[in-house]
């Protein structure tokens, strides 16, 4: 039997969506309808849609998006916002279709089950955070996103998909241009504590390109491992 292959949109033409277009050919069963700029105004239908370009993007196409099939987003942060937050959580409902968070570089949030008590705390070194190095921030979830809105997606997504924004605090360093992208987390619930410590080093690919396209392979693959 053979399969049509899965329509895939693709926003962003950055590191992300570069890195994701480049690498996209080696894998079967995929064809892309379409790749956007950050100036598109009409959105193609697909069978995926998958936003590499961040938080402004999935304001814009995300309902839209939704209501043609799944949606992939690096743009967590964007959720911050409860209005956009319920707008696609409603849209996924009706449509049957579903919202993807990148990534999991958090470890626990998807071993915790509703309800049960959990509190994530996140250390991100980024560089350019601040004009000088050092801690900029300390504190809740929801402030920091406020406050540095394009540097919070991997926590953003770990606290929505797992102990919800109140229960998340992060701690900012900036570190010198061209220094270390850090994120380590500790997140626990009753019985557990899971430590998870992420360094990623250029050059190479976009460490988040990576992420979707491991993503991609693994949906034609029948073995999956936890929420994955």
């Not at 379409?34 to 999935?58: C, N, S, V």
């Not at 394009?150 to 997504?157: E, S, V």
């Amino acid at each position: 039997m053979t399969h049509s292959p899965t329509k895939l949109v693709l926003i962003g033409r950055g590191l992300i969506g570069r890195d994701v277009t480049a690498q996209l050919p080696a894998l079967h069963g995929y064809c892309v309808e379409a790749i956007l700029g950050r100036d598109a105004r009409h959105l193609p239908q697909a069978d995926i849609t998958i936003d590499m370009a961040g938080p402004d993007a999935l304001r814009q196409f995300g309902e839209e998006a939704l209501s043609h099939g799944d949606l992939w987003t690096v743009g967590a942060a964007a959720l911050i916002d409860p209005d956009l937050h319920d707008r696609l959580h409603r849209a996924a409902l009706q449509s049957g279709h579903r919202l993807r968070l990148f990534t999991g570089w958090i470890s626990g949030p998807l071993l915790c089950p509703p309800g049960l008590p959990a509190k994530l705390l996140v250390r991100q070194y980024a560089p350019g955070l601040a004009d000088r190095p050092g801690p900029v921030f300390r504190g809740p979830l929801a402030e920091a996103a406020d406050r540095f809105p394009d540097h919070l997606n991997t926590a953003m997504a770990s606290a929505i998909c797992g102990p919800g924004i109140e229960a998340t605090h992060v701690t900012l360093i900036s570190t010198p241009e061209g220094g270390a992208h850090r994120i380590a987390g500790r997140f626990g619930m009753p019985g557990q504590t899971i430590r998870t410590d992420i360094r990623f080093d250029r050059p190479g690919p976009h460490p988040v390109a990576s992420a979707i396209l491991a993503a991609l392979a693994r949906r034609a693959t029948p073995l999956t491992l936890g929420g994955y």
